[in-house]
């Protein structure tokens, strides 16, 4: 009898382990439409576009603020766009410009079928500032664009000026050598990125009055990053959504008066209460939907055994995986909507308790929530403190929800993986979220084909450049980049399909 229970136990551990051992062997593959042979494309010279990017680097088109640049002060994205006419003279005969919002730049190639739809290609001429006190921490200083062991060093090089100078060395490449594109090829350099967006914002409004919709839209957001963190290798990774956007003011009122006898609960103890709650309360995981599930699908058979098993078996590890990826911010991001408390205030002197204290708290939303689900959440959190309340501030930005995740089976995406799959020698594509917001949020009004990927390969640890010290990209990027662009031209606008 016992020895038949045991029998019975073991059968079905054997069969629990043969299931997934069976799922993990079988788990994964490649997404999207097959990848295609890319089109050959005219030789672009890497140094003179490195050169050329030292050049821009320079130019200090610095936004600050919503408004900037501030009337007198557009000097530096006069200078940028004097020195792309004066660069590439072959595209600036090809196409004309349009000035949107005086100092957003929208080139316009015109395709030879106008029964075609358009792409867009995007890049953006401002950069965030250097924080003061830290140039010194540079290895070259933030403006002078110095090449320093095979790297162009300075503010803008990854956020975005490199993507924009191979953009325009694509497009100069291909009209020096008399390609005519079939389709119109529309660029866009917004010049308020950083801020507000505000001039692509008005490009895409443009672009929607006349009644266009674009085949592809390509703007940053993705490249192909080495090593990935769930393979250890290269993945070319395509950005098909954005997260969205809120900022929640949370305010405590209570009797204010002297702190030589302070009570019980005051605003700002009710204030940090609320805010523990809320990271002790997070809002929910979730891997299980494109195109966090598709990442996953696409990259394990580059994963480690346990890692993919675990993923091919989420039904048996679903608490682990999620304990794995909330350890870390940039993975924890990518499965939830998070929850970053970001400004403080209380009273305005020390020996005064404030009668209201306010905190703001920003969250970038999960394509599962929405502004007004992550209201509802965090006014559920807090239900029980005394004082607290909770309602949106828009001050800093505009609420949105995560935008619509763009197809994977379209040529736009078979083009941009297989560009990320040749500029990876051999890494896979995969789609991603993208977890900051960029210029192309606005684009998705004007298509269903959304990219948001630059081909180039960049070192995990240079990431962080992003904003940050020692912003620098390879000059053997430079030239992925520009033979990326020119091949995506090519391929979407050659052979009408
Ligand atoms: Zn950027």
Not at 475 to 488: D, F, K, M, P
């Amino acid at each position: 009898m016992i020895r038949g229970l045991l029998l019975g136990i073991l059968a079905c551990l054997v069969g629990l382990v043969a299931i997934v051992v069976i799922r993990t062997f079988t788990f994964g593959g490649a997404v999207g439409a097959d990848r295609i042979a890319l089109p050959e494309t005219p030789v672009i010279d890497t140094d003179m576009a490195a050169g050329r990017l030292s050049d821009v680097l320079q130019i200090r088109t610095i936004t600050l603020q919503a408004g900037d640049p501030l009337p007198g002060r557009e000097g530096p994205w006069r200078e940028l766009e004097a020195y792309l006419e004066a660069s590439y003279p072959a595209f600036h005969q090809a196409a004309s410009k349009t000035h949107i919002a005086d100092l957003t730049l929208l080139y316009e190639w015109q395709g030879s079928n106008p029964d075609l739809d358009p792409i867009l290609l995007m890049a953006h001429q401002d950069v965030v500032p250097v924080n003061i006190g830290t140039e010194d921490d540079w290895t070259a200083p933030p403006f002078a664009g110095r090449i320093v062991d095979g790297h162009v060093y300075g503010r803008g090089t990854l956020d975005n000026k490199a993507s924009l100078i191979a953009i325009m060395e694509a497009a100069e490449a291909l009209a020096s050598t008399g390609y005519q594109p079939e389709r119109t090829v529309f660029i866009m350099l917004g010049h308020d990125e950083e801020v507000s967006g505000s001039g692509a914002r008005a490009g895409v409004a443009y672009l929607k009055d006349r009644g266009l919709r674009m085949e592809m839209v390509l703007d940053e957001g993705f490249v192909v990053v080495d090593p990935f963190p769930l393979t250890g290798t290269p993945v070319g990774m395509i950005g098909v959504s954005e997260k969205g956007y809120v900022t929640i003011r949370l305010t405590s009122e209570a009797a204010g008066g002297h702190s030589s006898q302070p009570p019980r609960n005051s605003a700002n103890v009710q204030l940090s209460r609320a805010i523990v709650a809320l990271e002790e309360n997070q809002m929910p995981a979730d891997f299980s939907r494109p195109p966090v599930s598709e990442m996953i699908q696409a990259t394990a058979s580059d994963m480690p055994f346990l890692q993919r098993m675990a993923f091919a078996n989420v039904w048996l590890f679903r608490g682990m995986l999620e304990k794995e990826f909330t350890k870390t911010g940039a993975a924890n991001a990518i499965i939830r909507t998070t929850t970053a408390p970001t400004m403080l205030q209380g009273s305005i002197k020390e020996n005064v308790l404030p009668q209201k204290s306010t905190a703001l708290v920003n969250f970038r939303v999960h394509p599962n929530d929405s502004p007004d689900s992550v209201l509802a959440h965090v006014r559920d959190v807090i239900g029980d403190l005394e004082g607290v309340s909770a309602d949106f501030d828009e001050t800093g930005g505009i609420s949105s929800s995560a935008s619509p995740v763009s197809p994977t089976d379209n040529r736009a995406y078979q083009v941009l993986a297989s560009v990320a799959t040749e500029t990876g020698d051999g890494a896979p594509a995969a789609p991603g979220l993208v977890i900051g917001a960029t210029d192309a949020r606005w684009t998705v009004e004007i298509s269903d084909n959304v990219y948001r990927f630059a081909p180039s390969v960049i070192p995990i640890e240079d990431l962080n450049g992003f904003h940050g010290t020692n912003e620098r990209i390879s000059v053997e990027n430079v030239g992925r980049l520009a033979r990326g662009y020119a091949q995506i031209i090519k391929a979407m606008t050659s052979e009408a399909r």
